[in-house]
């Protein structure tokens, strides 16, 4: 049962213009939501977090956007560099803290 | 500070063996989270050891064992190996501080294990 979803397994964009990965999830427990980048042949890197608390959270380029009514959330990349191309996913946490539920991961390309 | 390390980084086995891997957490993190990446299944979670404990466990059959050591070092065992156990299977630690809304995970490069 995949509590998180990512339905968009990859993504292109141009050099330059605004990235945005989805993520919906259905369980409405879930307190603290993030973010994490990941390479080829490396683990993944925390990027940003958002708490169920609030609706958005900013991070230099990155944004991240919670809709708890849709259970819905996005990472906004603006503006996107080539260096952002690598797997992002998205991962919820409940109330226990170190339980994380992690999306399938969306492929992002950055095209120069 | 040493990040989080893995041990072997990759591995081949037959159908029907055992495979034992290790991870080493991060100095001072008690906390070592085992999950399984799969393409189109993301990172599903295993299991959480602390202190030496087992505290939290997904949705996995017996097999897939784990333990953790007095100096935090966890290991994981998969015992009877299916071809469907192939997969990256990553480690992320944590300082655990009860008083944290959460504790950021720090993952390991992970060991890719492939069952032939």
């Known amino acids: 049962d995949q509590q998180v979803k990512q339905n968009s397994p990859s993504l292109s964009v141009q050099e330059g213009r605004i990235s945005i990965l989805n993520c919906d999830y259905t369980?409405?427990?879930?307190?603290?939501f993030l973010w994490y980048k990941k390479y080829p042949a490396e683990g993944p890197t925390f990027l940003i977090s958002i708490s169920s608390i609030k609706d958005k959270n900013e991070d230099g380029r990155f944004t991240v956007f919670l809709n708890k009514s849709a259970k819905h959330l996005s990472l906004h990349i603006v503006p996107s560099q080539p260096g952002d191309s690598a797997v992002y996913f998205c991962a919820a946490i409940t109330d226990n803290f170190n339980k994380f539920y992690f999306g399938s991961g969306t492929k992002l390309n950055v095209k120069p | 500070k040493a990040g989080v390390t893995q041990t072997p980084r990759y591995l081949i086995k037959t159908r029907g063996q055992q495979v034992t891997l290790s991870c080493s957490p991060i100095?001072?993190?008690?906390?070592v989270s085992w999950y399984q990446q799969t393409p189109g299944q993301g990172l599903q979670f295993l299991f959480e050891?602390?202190?030496?404990?087992?505290?939290n466990k997904g949705n996995f059959p017996g097999r897939f064992s784990g333990r953790q050591f007095s100096n935090s070092r966890s290991e994981m065992n998969v015992s009877t190996l299916e071809l469907g156990d192939s997969a990256l299977y990553l480690c992320?630690?944590?300082?655990?501080?009860?008083?944290?809304?959460?504790?950021?995970?720090?993952f390991g490069p992970g060991t890719r294990l492939t069952v032939l």
């Open positions: 992320a630690s944590s300082l655990y501080r009860a008083a944290s809304s959460y504790n950021e995970q720090f």
């Open positions: 050891y602390f202190s030496e404990t087992q505290r």
């Open positions: 100095s001072g993190h008690r906390s």
């Open positions: 369980n409405s427990m879930f307190d603290y």
